[in-house]
């Protein structure tokens, strides 16, 4: 009979009881010690990268800019020629809410701009100039926005649920017109030379039954906006203008766009209902013409000259409720 | 025997796990996910949506006073210069239509407006080319009218395999100022330096841009001609839409080094780079607004130069893209050229426009005046690109124009 002072395992079993137990947090605990310089290198990277502006590293970047971005006019003279009354604060509000949703629903961004009167713009050369301002403010607030939706306050979005994508500017060739031969309520040259309609549409906007409408417009990002943007005000211009341009920066434009093809060639026109529709109230001159006034399921309503001698409150509280009427489910029937 | 019904028709050997048929469910479940999916966000069905995205038709851009294009594969576009004296034996006055009418913004006050000739042609264009035909031959005065007013119409369409000029140089000229030879030896010499270095040549006569002054004793009023200068450029910027450049020149100047190629002379990035003055006062000396300091020069689009007093304009570049042929048509508003404080008519414009306006002075530069407006005047020197005297008066400027023809000449011969 041998002896064996053989271990009560053998070697094999040995190594396999009583090793560690190698887990996957183990491991990699121990690749992080071992590598811990290069660890380090490759976290400060991956922060700089994603957390900072250093030059040199790629950033990886996610494209957080909307692609529309909404620009509210609010407060427009308030709080300096008188007290702000408990309405108009009302009408802000319901105003602010709506377009906070409805940019909310699709995406967009809302910027809301501070239209108090302030000293630069108090010279009677300089009123209401202060849109062209805004707008190129904006523009490099949201510096990979496309497109810019100015609303005045006093509108009103009543079918939130439709997306100015589906609404008009992914067909926006079709939907636009862009010479003035079917409706020309100024009377503007309808042919003037070196026009190019080839050209992409930049601005959109609508004409009422006094002409250029820029109470809800779009404005795309390209040179040619930065040009506008540049030119719109003119001393020269305006100094021999001022006393017919009523309108100031709208009768600019038009002016503008009577007189000078490359301002032309890029403006398309929206019927006035599509995205500015107005209550009865507002060109009453024209009260019998249906082309111009809000119909249910209109987009936008505009209650435009509204704070000359009509019920802005009013008016609001009505499109509100409306609204709210319109979009009612049957089964909410509480509601 | 416990065989299991599946094998008959399996041949595998062991048997399914007990769970296949859940699996197989569970794959079942995947594809209809995926399906599902593919619906979603690729929607297949779009394909056959046939949505109407046909472009509307719009009118085609057209020239200033008509809706007529006359087609020419000659890059050197130029009225008929032999018809100088007819034209001056016309006089403007036969040349443009007078149409009396009301004052648009003042209906008490009558106003005469002139029309080109364009305005009653008739709107068939087989027919007015007929009838302009036999006016032709009946007689030269006709002829030479038809020449006049067919002028604004004409625009450059290369032939296939044509390589299309990068530069054009525009100059304006006037059958009133200069005799017919002079004004040959002028259109001459942008010829022969077009044709050297494949340029575009695009040349029109004063009196064809009435229409836009409006009053044709503007004619005579030596800064009121210098917009002409402006509704020039754009007529070529029409006529050659795909050139890069513009040149104007005024009528007032030769390209004396015929040789010197404009792109690498001046127009490519690194050499205007190097030449372009950066933080120039618009207003020399001391004028406050400065040309920017911070300016690629790819991203020029207006090269300017100054004489001691001010910008000049006789001779500059300008883009023949969107932003210049904004920049031309802003500076050329009516606003502008009816504006009372304007002492020096487009060029004012201009310093007033560089002044108000940052983005299109970000787009604008200054050069030294040695490099495309080297005046005549104890400046001009053997071996320089070019020389002008537009400050010259009456008869002495048919005198510089043959002093500089016989320089020409013997440079020629060298």
């Given at each position: 009979m041998t002896t064996s002072y053989s271990l009560p395992y053998d070697q094999e079993d040995y190594t396999k009881t009583f090793?560690?137990?190698?887990s996957l947090s183990n491991q990699l605990n121990k690749f992080i010690l071992q590598n811990k310089k290069i660890i380090l290198f490759i976290i400060t990277f991956i922060i700089l990268s994603l957390f900072t502006n250093v030059p040199y590293i790629p950033h990886l970047k996610f494209?957080?800019?909307?692609?529309i971005v909404i620009i509210l006019a609010a407060?427009?003279?308030?709080g300096v020629l008188k007290w702000k009354s408990p309405q108009e604060w009302s009408v802000e509000r319901s105003s602010i809410a709506n377009k906070k949703h409805y940019a909310k629903l699709h995406g967009y961004g809302l910027t809301i701009k501070d239209m108090t009167i302030k000293k630069r713009y108090s010279h009677e050369w300089r009123e209401s100039w202060e849109k062209v301002d805004i707008l190129k403010q904006t523009m490099r607030q949201f510096p990979n926005t496309e497109w810019f939706w100015w609303l005045d306050l006093?509108?009103?979005?009543?079918?939130?649920?439709?997306?100015l994508e589906q609404h008009f500017l992914e067909n926006l060739n079709n939907q636009?017109?862009?010479?003035?031969?079917?409706?020309?309520p100024l009377n503007l040259r309808k042919d003037i030379p070196?026009?190019?309609?080839?050209q992409p549409i930049d601005m959109i906007i609508t004409q009422d039954c006094g002409g250029f409408n820029l109470g809800s417009f779009l404005l795309r990002r390209s040179q040619w906006s930065e040009m506008l943007l540049d030119i719109w005000w003119d001393p020269a211009m305006y100094e021999q203008m001022h006393m017919q341009w009523e309108h100031k920066e709208q009768d600019a434009l038009e002016t503008l766009y009577s007189t000078q093809p490359w301002i032309r060639e890029r403006i398309g026109f929206l019927p006035l209902r599509k995205i500015n529709a107005f209550p009865p109230g507002a060109c009453s001159d024209k009260?019998?013409?249906?082309?111009y006034f809000f119909k249910n399921n209109d987009f936008v309503v505009n209650m435009a000259g509204c704070e000359w001698g009509r019920d802005c409150w009013g008016e609001m509280e009505h499109y509100k409720a409306l609204s709210k009427k319109l979009h009612k489910r049957w089964w909410k029937f509480w509601s | 025997m416990f065989k299991p019904k599946y094998s008959n028709k399996s041949k595998t050997i062991l048997p399914l796990p007990a769970t296949f048929n859940r699996i197989s469910h569970r794959r079942k479940l995947a594809i209809i996910i995926i399906f599902i999916i593919v619906i979603w966000?690729?929607?297949?069905l779009s394909l056959f949506?046939?949505?109407?995205n046909t472009l509307k038709l719009y009118p085609k851009a057209h020239p200033l006073t008509s809706n007529e294009i006359i087609e020419l594969s000659?890059?050197?576009?130029?009225?008929?210069?032999?018809d100088a004296p007819l034209l001056k034996q016309l006089t403007p006055t036969k040349l443009i239509k007078f149409v009396k009418g009301?004052?648009?913004?003042?209906?008490d006050q009558d106003r005469t407006k002139l029309i080109s000739?364009?305005?009653?042609?008739?709107?068939d264009p087989i027919k007015q080319k007929a009838k302009e035909e036999e006016e032709n031959k009946l007689s030269d005065l006709d002829k030479a009218k038809n020449h006049f007013k067919n002028q604004d119409k004409v625009r450059f369409k290369p032939k296939s395999g044509q390589v299309y000029p990068e530069v054009i140089i525009v100059t304006t000229v006037d059958f009133d100022k200069y005799s017919l030879d002079s004004l040959t030896k002028i259109v001459q010499n942008r010829v022969d330096y077009a044709y050297r270095q494949n340029y575009g040549i695009y040349v029109r006569w004063y009196q064809e841009f009435l229409p836009m002054l409006n009053?044709?004793?503007?004619?005579?009023?030596v800064e009121k001609i210098k917009w002409i200068r402006l509704y020039c450029i754009r007529a070529a910027m029409f006529a050659f839409p795909k050139a890069k450049w513009i040149w104007f020149l005024d009528?007032?100047?030769?390209?004396?080094?015929?040789?010197?190629?404009l792109e690498q002379y001046l127009l490519n990035a690194n050499t205007l780079d190097s030449i372009m003055l950066r933080e120039q006062p618009l207003i020399p000396p001391h004028g406050l607004i400065k040309t920017y300091?911070?300016?690629?020069?790819?991203?020029?689009k207006l090269i300017l130069t100054q004489s001691e007093q001010k910008l000049e304009t006789n001779s500059f570049l300008i883009k023949n893209d969107q932003v210049g042929k904004s920049i031309i048509e802003i500076w050329s508003d009516s606003l502008y050229f009816n504006y009372?404080?304007?002492?020096?008519g487009p060029d004012s414009a201009l310093t007033h426009i560089l002044q108000w306006h940052p983005f299109i002075l970000s787009k604008t530069t200054i050069v030294p005046a040695k490099q495309i407006n080297t005046s005549h005047k104890s400046k001009y020197e053997e071996g320089d690109f070019m020389v002008q005297w537009s400050d010259c008066n009456g008869i002495e400027c048919e005198k510089i124009v043959s002093i500089y023809q016989d320089n020409l000449d013997k440079l020629k011969d060298k």
């Amino acid at each position: 009979m041998t002896t064996s002072y053989s271990l009560p395992y053998d070697q094999e079993d040995y190594t396999k009881t009583f090793k560690p137990k190698s887990s996957l947090s183990n491991q990699l605990n121990k690749f992080i010690l071992q590598n811990k310089k290069i660890i380090l290198f490759i976290i400060t990277f991956i922060i700089l990268s994603l957390f900072t502006n250093v030059p040199y590293i790629p950033h990886l970047k996610f494209n957080t800019s909307p692609k529309i971005v909404i620009i509210l006019a609010a407060n427009e003279g308030g709080g300096v020629l008188k007290w702000k009354s408990p309405q108009e604060w009302s009408v802000e509000r319901s105003s602010i809410a709506n377009k906070k949703h409805y940019a909310k629903l699709h995406g967009y961004g809302l910027t809301i701009k501070d239209m108090t009167i302030k000293k630069r713009y108090s010279h009677e050369w300089r009123e209401s100039w202060e849109k062209v301002d805004i707008l190129k403010q904006t523009m490099r607030q949201f510096p990979n926005t496309e497109w810019f939706w100015w609303l005045d306050l006093h509108t009103y979005i009543m079918e939130p649920q439709i997306s100015l994508e589906q609404h008009f500017l992914e067909n926006l060739n079709n939907q636009t017109y862009r010479t003035l031969e079917n409706f020309n309520p100024l009377n503007l040259r309808k042919d003037i030379p070196y026009v190019d309609y080839t050209q992409p549409i930049d601005m959109i906007i609508t004409q009422d039954c006094g002409g250029f409408n820029l109470g809800s417009f779009l404005l795309r990002r390209s040179q040619w906006s930065e040009m506008l943007l540049d030119i719109w005000w003119d001393p020269a211009m305006y100094e021999q203008m001022h006393m017919q341009w009523e309108h100031k920066e709208q009768d600019a434009l038009e002016t503008l766009y009577s007189t000078q093809p490359w301002i032309r060639e890029r403006i398309g026109f929206l019927p006035l209902r599509k995205i500015n529709a107005f209550p009865p109230g507002a060109c009453s001159d024209k009260a019998d013409d249906p082309q111009y006034f809000f119909k249910n399921n209109d987009f936008v309503v505009n209650m435009a000259g509204c704070e000359w001698g009509r019920d802005c409150w009013g008016e609001m509280e009505h499109y509100k409720a409306l609204s709210k009427k319109l979009h009612k489910r049957w089964w909410k029937f509480w509601s | 025997m416990f065989k299991p019904k599946y094998s008959n028709k399996s041949k595998t050997i062991l048997p399914l796990p007990a769970t296949f048929n859940r699996i197989s469910h569970r794959r079942k479940l995947a594809i209809i996910i995926i399906f599902i999916i593919v619906i979603w966000f690729i929607n297949p069905l779009s394909l056959f949506n046939f949505k109407s995205n046909t472009l509307k038709l719009y009118p085609k851009a057209h020239p200033l006073t008509s809706n007529e294009i006359i087609e020419l594969s000659s890059q050197y576009l130029y009225p008929p210069i032999e018809d100088a004296p007819l034209l001056k034996q016309l006089t403007p006055t036969k040349l443009i239509k007078f149409v009396k009418g009301k004052d648009s913004n003042n209906p008490d006050q009558d106003r005469t407006k002139l029309i080109s000739l364009n305005a009653f042609d008739d709107p068939d264009p087989i027919k007015q080319k007929a009838k302009e035909e036999e006016e032709n031959k009946l007689s030269d005065l006709d002829k030479a009218k038809n020449h006049f007013k067919n002028q604004d119409k004409v625009r450059f369409k290369p032939k296939s395999g044509q390589v299309y000029p990068e530069v054009i140089i525009v100059t304006t000229v006037d059958f009133d100022k200069y005799s017919l030879d002079s004004l040959t030896k002028i259109v001459q010499n942008r010829v022969d330096y077009a044709y050297r270095q494949n340029y575009g040549i695009y040349v029109r006569w004063y009196q064809e841009f009435l229409p836009m002054l409006n009053n044709i004793e503007d004619l005579k009023d030596v800064e009121k001609i210098k917009w002409i200068r402006l509704y020039c450029i754009r007529a070529a910027m029409f006529a050659f839409p795909k050139a890069k450049w513009i040149w104007f020149l005024d009528q007032d100047g030769f390209i004396m080094d015929l040789n010197k190629n404009l792109e690498q002379y001046l127009l490519n990035a690194n050499t205007l780079d190097s030449i372009m003055l950066r933080e120039q006062p618009l207003i020399p000396p001391h004028g406050l607004i400065k040309t920017y300091k911070n300016v690629k020069s790819e991203a020029i689009k207006l090269i300017l130069t100054q004489s001691e007093q001010k910008l000049e304009t006789n001779s500059f570049l300008i883009k023949n893209d969107q932003v210049g042929k904004s920049i031309i048509e802003i500076w050329s508003d009516s606003l502008y050229f009816n504006y009372g404080s304007f002492p020096y008519g487009p060029d004012s414009a201009l310093t007033h426009i560089l002044q108000w306006h940052p983005f299109i002075l970000s787009k604008t530069t200054i050069v030294p005046a040695k490099q495309i407006n080297t005046s005549h005047k104890s400046k001009y020197e053997e071996g320089d690109f070019m020389v002008q005297w537009s400050d010259c008066n009456g008869i002495e400027c048919e005198k510089i124009v043959s002093i500089y023809q016989d320089n020409l000449d013997k440079l020629k011969d060298k």
